[in-house]
């Protein structure tokens, strides 16, 4: 049930047949498969679906793929900050791969109307969790304290954004063109590091996990390298005296780094001196080689690899 078939074999064949877009180098671990080196993605460039898009499906395969191999020795690969991670996997017990087989036998003979295929999966025990998971349930739990009457969203995973819309007034702002999806969303299109909005609006502004990519054009934006500040102090201007801000992003006790034009690695110094004008009201870290909250001590102080900076601070009165 776990081997790779010729027909896997081929699917990833034509994957990487044609050049252009480079997987990035941590995730070539197709080369354990053998016989791809130097290979490149397709890329099919289309306004539904551009190449960065299509890359991501292709490391999501390739990814797949070997874990299929990986699952014959009890062992799952996984990404996080840069970085690439074994997991053990639990063993699947007996009496239940018993009980698949069986099931399978039925379905066969009353299939209900539909076509039956093998995708066996064991998802027992405690819930997968990842570092975005933390993110929000930090920004989550600040804002329930607060229950701010108006939210300026920058950035953030839509998914954490449409979510705030069940309780919240939110405006959105993105560098990409979109419609917002309910009446209380107010969609923005600009440039973070320019806001076109009056000084002191907002009870509370929120931005997950995007500081680190302003200015790199990856999303279009214009290429500035001090975007990140510039965006910073926008969001301090546009926020009311009281209200918070609470924003994620990458951090290492190593050097920091520029991963061009995926993101910046801030260290702590240049952390705390974007949030100079505020007051702390709680930070914490997000270790990926732990997979929960840490200390200071516990960040990653390998080079080029980051964990995760939570913060909410306060603009005085």
């Not at 020795?73 to 007996?94: D, E, H, I, R, Y």
């Not at 804002?143 to 969203?153: F, G, K, Q, Y």
């Not at 951090?251 to 702590?268: C, K, V």
């Not at 270790?287 to 080029?304: A, I």
């Amino acid at each position: 049930m776990s081997d790779i078939t010729r027909e896997d074999k081929k699917n990833l064949e034509l994957l990487v047949k044609k050049e252009t877009v480079c997987v990035p180098r941590f995730y070539r671990l197709y080369l354990l498969w053998g016989g791809m080196k130097n290979q490149r993605v397709p890329r099919k460039e289309s306004s539904v679906h551009p190449a960065g898009h299509n890359v991501k499906i292709l490391v999501n395969r390739v990814l797949s793929l070997v874990n299929r191999v990986l699952s014959l020795m009890g062992l799952k690969l996984s990404s996080a900050g840069g970085m690439l991670f074994f997991l053990k996997v639990p063993k699947v017990p007996k009496d239940f791969k018993q009980q698949y087989n069986r099931q399978l036998i039925n379905l066969k003979k009353n299939n209900m109307g539909f076509e039956i295929s093998q995708n066996f999966c064991y998802d027992l025990g405690s819930h997968p969790e990842s570092y975005i998971d933390y993110e929000c349930m930090f920004a989550a739990r600040h804002l329930a304290a607060r229950n701010p009457t108006s939210i300026l969203d920058i950035g953030s995973y839509r998914h954490f954004s449409i979510g705030l819309l069940a309780s919240y007034k939110v405006t959105i702002l993105d560098i990409r063109k979109r419609e917002p999806c309910l009446d209380n969303e107010t969609v923005l299109t600009g440039d973070a590091k320019q806001l076109d909005i009056p000084s002191n609006s907002f009870d509370a502004i929120v931005s997950l996990c995007a500081l680190e990519h302003f200015g790199l054009g990856r999303y279009g934006d214009e290429f500035d390298l001090v975007a990140d500040k510039k965006a910073f102090n926008e969001m301090v201007r546009v926020l009311k005296p009281g209200g918070i801000l609470v924003f994620t992003t990458t951090i290492t006790r190593a050097a920091p780094s520029i991963a061009f034009n995926a993101h910046r690695i801030y260290d702590y110094e240049m952390i705390r001196s974007l949030c100079e004008r505020l007051d702390l009201g709680e930070e914490t870290f997000f270790s990926h080689e732990d997979g929960q909250f840490c200390s200071w001590e516990q960040v990653t102080n390998l080079p080029k690899v980051w964990d995760v900076y939570c913060g909410c601070w306060t603009k005085a009165e």
